[in-house]
């Protein structure tokens, strides 16, 4: 076991039994770098690092980001924070929590080491219900700070707040992603959000429940292609700080992704309309002209593709 070896680099990701955050896990090993998964366990789940436990340059604590630590690392991503609004609205309060205490604890952490890289997992839902399209970075967005929805728009906009004046203050290298819809393996089966709800439905044979009228409009990214794009801001050079957007810049109305999804798992399922949630945004579909200039990143998965590993997965959880 070579699990504190100081040579290699030391990178930390918070909320590392995530949906996202293990598959960055995933590739930061094959990178050869020494990980470190840091995670509460409120919307993770540890079967998504069974790959990774037994591998010498890998570690995982169970740590709540609201309480301080003290965690040398030469990068940190800070993923920590439910993404689905069903699990993010179950405790409001603890979502706002971690991503506003949370986010202090990370930034404190970083101030203390020299040259720590520190990333954050922002959201498109920083732009709320956009009312320009599709969304550059320079839009301040239109979010409702009493609604549903703020406790997690609102404690993300918080978070690059804090990010920024970091950066400022104390001259911490940061780096800020505004991260659009993703999907693939290892979203959770009662997760909440559209691409595993229609999917599980579909294998149920239950009828898809779209809500509102559909025509409501999202990009989807595959998680491969994001990780790829998280890793390269990391990687870019220091003045490179953001905030920049990483999704798939084609947009689907959620019939269409019912349409699709129901083309590739065949059964009795039919489409039926349900109520739309409040604060649910009407249109989102990234600007990526700062990620191809600055990165030179773009997603390479088109949607029809990247649903075939991700209904391979849920069939293979859903069967065993
Ligand atoms: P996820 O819910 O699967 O992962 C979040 C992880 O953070 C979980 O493992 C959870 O247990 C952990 N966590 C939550 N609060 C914590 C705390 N206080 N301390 C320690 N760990 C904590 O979500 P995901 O889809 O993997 O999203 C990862 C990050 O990316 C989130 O910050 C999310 O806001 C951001 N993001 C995701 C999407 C998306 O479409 N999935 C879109 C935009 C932004
Ligand atoms: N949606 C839907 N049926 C579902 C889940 C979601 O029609 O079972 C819609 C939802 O109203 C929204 C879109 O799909 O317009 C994306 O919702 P999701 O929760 O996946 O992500 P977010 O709203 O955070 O982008």
């Keep these: 076991m070579d699990k504190n070896n100081l ?9 590392g039994s995530g949906f996202i955050g293990s598959h960055l896990c995933d590739a930061l090993v094959r990178r050869d770098k020494s990980v470190l998964s840091m995670d509460n366990g409120i919307s993770g789940q540890m079967k998504n690092l069974s790959q990774l436990l037994s591998h010498r340059n890998f570690e995982h604590i169970q740590h709540d980001l609201t309480l301080p630590f003290e965690i040398d690392a030469n990068e940190v ?51 709320g219900d956009p009312e320009i399209h599709p969304q550059t970075e320079d839009y301040k967005g239109n979010v409702d700070p009493t609604g549903p929805r ?49 999917i ?18 999202r990009s989807f990214c595959h ?7 998280l890793i390269s801001l990391m990687d ?13 810049p084609i947009e689907f109305t959620i019939l269409e992704l019912a349409d699709i999804i129901l083309t590739k798992i065949s059964g009795p399922s039919k489409i039926v309309f349900a109520p739309l949630p409040e604060d649910d945004p009407k249109q989102r579909k990234p ?3 700062r990620a191809k200039e600055y990165l030179g ?22 069967f065993k």
């Design 287 to 289: 600007d990526i002209t």
């Design 236 to 248: 870019a050079p220091s003045h490179v700080i953001g905030p920049i957007n990483l999704g798939r």
């Design 77 to 127: 991503y800070n993923l920590a924070c439910p993404a689905s609004p069903k699990h993010y609205q179950k405790d409001a309060i603890a979502t706002v929590r971690t991503n506003v205490l949370g986010t202090l604890n990370l930034l404190e952490n970083s101030k203390r080491q020299l040259g720590c890289k520190t990333l954050q997992a922002s959201t498109s839902e920083i732009y």
């Design 297 to 318: 990143w773009e997603p390479e998965i088109a949607l029809e593709d990247g649903l075939e590993d991700t209904i391979a997965y849920f069939k293979s959880e859903y």
């Design 150 to 198: 703020a406790c997690y728009d609102e404690g993300k906009r918080c978070a690059e707040t804090l990010f920024f004046d970091y950066h400022r203050s104390f001259e911490i290298e940061i780096k800020v992603a505004r991260i659009f819809n993703t999907y693939g393996p290892r979203m959770r089966l009662d997760d909440g959000r559209v691409v595993s709800n229609f």
């Design 7 to 15: 040579t290699r680099e030391r990178v930390l990701v918070t909320g």
């Design 200 to 217: 599980r439905q579909a294998l149920d044979g239950q009828d898809i429940q779209v809500y509102g009228n559909g025509q409501q409009t």
């Design 223 to 229: 998680v491969d292609d994001l990780v790829e794009g």
